[in-house]
C-alpha cells in the first residue's frame, strides 16, 4: 500500500520549470531513492513533498491524506520526518538537547527515554557525548545526531537528503547501516542520494531522475544491474 503518493509534481523556479511533471509512490515499509546528477532535481522534489517549497501543480498524498499544502512543520505531528541536506543540528545546545527537541511533540517522559536509549543504542557516540555541544562534533557524529533526532518523533516516514555527503567511507557505511536498521523496524524511508551506488544496494526501488523528469524506475539490484545507469551513475 502506497504511504506516500507524488502525482504530476510540478515546481518552478520563476520561468523556469524545475521539475516537470513528476509522479511516485512510496509503499509502507520500503526504502525508496531518488537518485540523478547534481540539478537533476531530486532535493527540489525532498523540499517540494516536505512542504518547504511551493508547488506549481500536481498533488501530495500521505497515509490517505491530502498534504499538498499542509505546511513543513506540521509534518512532522503527521509522521513525517525530515534529515536535511547539511544535517542543520542545533549547534549551540548540547547533543542531549537536540535529541530532546526531536521529540517536542510528544509529551511522555517514559517514551522520551525509551527513544533516547534506543538512538543511543544505534549510535553509542552520542550517548558518550550528550552533554558535549553539538557544533563541536565531527561531521559524521552531526549526521548520526541529524538522523537520532528526527527519528526521536517515531516517524513512520523518514525523509533523508544526501546523508552521506562530506562523510568518510567509515561514517557512510555506519550511516546506511542506520538506515537499513530503522527501515527493519518498520520505518518506511524516501532517500534522496548522490552515492548512487550506496543507494541502490539498500533500496527496494529506486526513480532515476534528469533534469526535472522521472526517466527510469526499477529495483535497487534491477536498477544495479542496468547497464545505461552504470555507465551514468555508477563509474562503468
Known sequence: MALLEVRDLQVNYGLIKAIKGVSFDVNEGEIVALIGANGAGKTTIMHSVNGLISKAGGSVHFAGSDITHTQAHKLIGLGIAQVPEGRRIFQELTVYENLKMGFFIKKSKAEFEMRLEEMYSHFPILK???SQIAGTLSGGEQQ????SRAMM???KLLLLDEP???LSPLYVNIIFDMIQAVNKQGTTVLLVEQNAKKALSIASRAYVLETGRMVKTGTGSELL???EIRRAYLGG
Do not use: V, Y
Not at 144 to 147: D, P, V
Open 164 to 166: 552521506s555527503m562530506g
Open 153 to 155: 518523533s517515531s516517524p
Open 128 to 130: 558518550e557525548r550528550s
Open 225 to 227: 544491474g542496468d547497464e
Open 144 to 147: 548520526m545526531l541529524a538522523m
